[in-house]
């Protein structure tokens, strides 16, 4: 029986917070693989994935990378996160292609406030996942407690298959659940690795190792309608019946298999590996991809329709770019082929910028260094050269069938700084620069101020800037200035105004404009209910009678979304609020789209100043972890930064407390909490939406 190649295929990611050793689980799927012969270490700065130079002297992960490797006659094609907070758009872009991901939570810290971020991503794009508790041999290393930091903050049903051999400094192995194995490793696991040693359960540990296994039935039976058969027509579940039940459950997002180890150590990477070709999909296991039909192609089916296009290399070519690296050798555009096939020198369709494009080389991709593909098929995560126009999240598509697939969401900036060349003469330099930057990374905005004529760049936070302004210094060897940053204000309504008329009348000769517009403005929701990028906007026409035809409703709207632009307080773009278009009329003659859209726009924006408006401004929250003797001064710092303190908790290695503060407040805060504890604090962030401003602080 010939099966289908695809089957053999694995596309994740692995996610986590900061810390929780991502990188280091990737670089021992590397060796473990073959795929390496020497473990690079990410304090050492000798990683694979972690390639740029600020990485290796930040040690932590900015840039996506992918690898490719193969495992027990399976091709993994993986993908490195970053765990910062300010690089949440690459993780978006990332979790956008992939099938399934690993997410690595730290033993003795469990579920931290960035694994949480990205686990609510990974729900959105219904990726399945399975987790990997990972630093085992830290001293507080704790598995029970960091899977129900998971049951209760993630909200999934752990599955746990494995059970520890040993704890902190003596954990040396894990006993295998399902097939009630145990597998050991020896060594330092620093040095040298020695292969898994597998063997009967050690009896001190086979009483509890039954009492887990019965657990895992349990709780498989629960949720698994076949398993639960078998499990009351014998009692329990044969090791067939209960892997193929974990691998459902997976897939469907129901059940989430827990694994354990030590990465550094280089135990439990080996049954990570098994787990991810057990029980992730595999292109042909998630569903076809669905994108919107594209251009007229001269028949009658209707263009716009959404089509469904399999994972087969027969069918039509459908591909998303998802990252672009601007190089100064060229292009590179990483593509995630959901159907079809490329080969070398093909000619494509980019569907997004309505051109075509010829496919120069095709790279499997190893982090930075490539290997020269002829041809790649449907299911492939690669690298293609010589595409001009691909955005991340542009599609390429066949010519003779064009597609349009949905791109990946862009959060918008919250963070900016002016920037401007110390050279004058090098200013046609830093725009082409910041061009680049802005192709490779969609989150980052760079714009000229219409009043003060600098140019200002926008991104997610403090660190997301400090790294793009750094690659200019180092890539271009441009010398810049930077401004202070600045947060990104909101303006929203606080008490509307109801049957606001405004009139447009315009006579200069020939046809005249005429359009009048009665609104009702009114607050959408609360400020304190906000999310990432404010709370939106609402249209409704209430307008009886035909008073004012569609086609002008239509116009209303768009001039209504024009005066959002700019707030009458600062300028700011106006949000969370509902104009309902309650009356109007229309002339006869002088009537038009263009005069209707007009009236809209400066009716609104006369409404807004009429009514009472409030700034918003961007909070986070914050969670700092202290040595017990710095809480004080810790708690003191953040009131003085109108932090509100939501909780603390005693944890192994300080206290950890999580508060809730103004973004614009929290500049330079690494410095201060270094300062204040000695360099033994540390603090992450995520964004919480937005919050009403104090006057002072605008």
């Not at 000619?347 to 910028?353: E, K, L, N, Q, Y």
């Not at 009329?585 to 726009?601: L, P, Q």
Request: hydrophobic share 40%.
């Amino acid at each position: 029986m010939h099966t289908n190649p695809l089957a053999a295929v694995r596309n994740l990611g692995i996610l986590a917070h900061v810390d929780a050793g991502k990188t280091t689980v990737t670089e021992r799927i590397l060796y473990a693989t073959g795929t390496t012969h020497k473990r690079g270490e990410v304090h050492d700065g000798t990683t694979v994935t972690d390639f740029d130079p600020q990485e290796r002297d930040r040690g932590i992960t900015i840039f996506a990378a992918a690898v490719s490797c193969a495992w027990d006659g399976h091709r993994i094609n993986l993908i490195d996160t970053p765990g910062h907070v300010d690089f949440a758009d690459e993780v978006e872009r990332s979790l956008r292609v992939l099938d399934g991901a690993v997410a690595v939570f730290d033993a003795v810290a469990g579920v931290e406030p960035q694994s949480e971020s990205v686990w609510r991503q990974a729900d959105r794009h219904g990726v399945p996942r399975i987790a990997f508790v990972n630093k085992m041999d830290r001293a507080g290393a704790e598995l029970d407690a960091a899977v129900a930091s998971i049951r209760e903050r993630l909200h999934p049903v752990p599955l746990v298959v494995q059970l520890p051999i040993g704890v902190e400094d003596a954990f040396i192995g894990v006993v295998d659940l399902v097939r009630l194995r145990a597998l050991t490793w020896t060594g330092d696991g620093v040095a040298a690795a020695a292969a898994a040693h597998e063997g009967p359960v050690p009896d001190d540990l086979r009483e509890e190792a039954n009492r887990r296994r019965r657990l895992l039935e349990e709780a498989v039976a629960e949720l698994h309608p076949g398993a639960l058969e078998e499990f009351c027509a014998t009692g329990s579940l044969g090791i067939g019946t209960l892997a193929a039940a974990l691998r459902d459950l997976t897939r469907s997002g129901e059940g989430v298999v827990v694994l354990c180890g030590s990465a550094y150590r280089n135990r439990g990477v080996e049954p990570l590996l098994d787990a991810v070709i057990a029980y992730l999909p595999s292109p042909l296991d998630v569903p076809p991809v669905r994108g919107t039909h594209d251009g007229d192609d001269g028949d009658d089916d209707g263009d716009g329709d959404e089509r469904e296009r399999v994972a087969d290399p027969a069918v039509p070519l459908a591909a998303l770019a998802f990252k672009v690296n601007a190089t100064a050798t060229g292009r590179l555009t990483y593509l995630r082929l959901y159907s079809g096939t490329i080969e070398k020198g093909d000619t494509v369709w980019d569907a997004t910028a309505g051109r075509t494009e010829r496919i120069g080389r095709i790279l499997r991709v190893q982090a930075d260094r490539h290997a020269p593909l002829d041809r790649a098929v449907a299911g492939d995560i690669v690298a293609v050269v010589g595409l001009k126009s691909a955005r991340a999240g542009s599609t390429l598509c066949a010519p003779s069938a064009p597609l349009v697939l949905e791109p990946p969401g862009v959060a918008e900036p919250v963070v900016s700084v002016a920037l401007e060349a110390l050279r004058g003469t090098d200013t046609g330099r830093l725009a082409s620069a910041l061009a680049r930057l802005v192709e490779e990374d969609p989150s980052l905005v760079a714009r000229t101020d219409a009043e003060t004529g600098q140019t200002v760049l926008s991104g997610m936070g403090e660190l997301h800037l400090e790294v793009a302004v750094e690659k200019i210094r180092l890539d271009h060897g441009l010398g810049v200035n930077v401004g202070r940053p600045r947060v990104s204000y909101r303006e929203t309504v606080g008490r509307g105004v109801s049957g606001f008329v405004y009139r447009h009348v315009k006579q200069d000769g020939g046809a005249g404009q005429f359009a009048h517009v009665v609104l009702d403005v009114e607050p959408l929701g609360t400020p304190d209910s906000g999310s990432g990028s404010g709370f939106g906007f609402e249209f409704r026409s209430a307008v009886v009678g035909g008073r004012v035809p569609r086609e002008y409703v239509r116009a209303v709207e768009a001039g209504c979304r024009d005066a959002l632009a700019e707030g009458p307080l600062g300028g700011h773009p106006v949000t969370g609020l509902r104009v309902t278009l309650t009356d109007g009329a229309t002339h006869v003659k002088d009537s038009s789209d263009t005069a209707f859209r007009t009236a809209g726009r400066f009716g609104l924006r006369d409404a807004l100043r009429a009514c009472a408006m409030v700034v918003l401004e961007p909070v986070v929250e914050v969670t700092v972890t202290v040595p017990e003797d710095a809480v004080g001064g810790v708690l003191g710092d953040l009131a003085a930064r109108r932090g509100r303190v939501t909780g603390s908790a005693t944890r192994p290695g300080g206290t950890v407390v999580t508060a809730t503060v103004p973004l614009a407040e929290l500049f330079g805060y690494a410095t201060r909490l270094r300062s204040r504890t000695q360099g033994r604090g540390t603090f992450t962030t995520r964004p919480t939406g937005y919050a009403p401003a104090p006057v002072r602080a605008q």
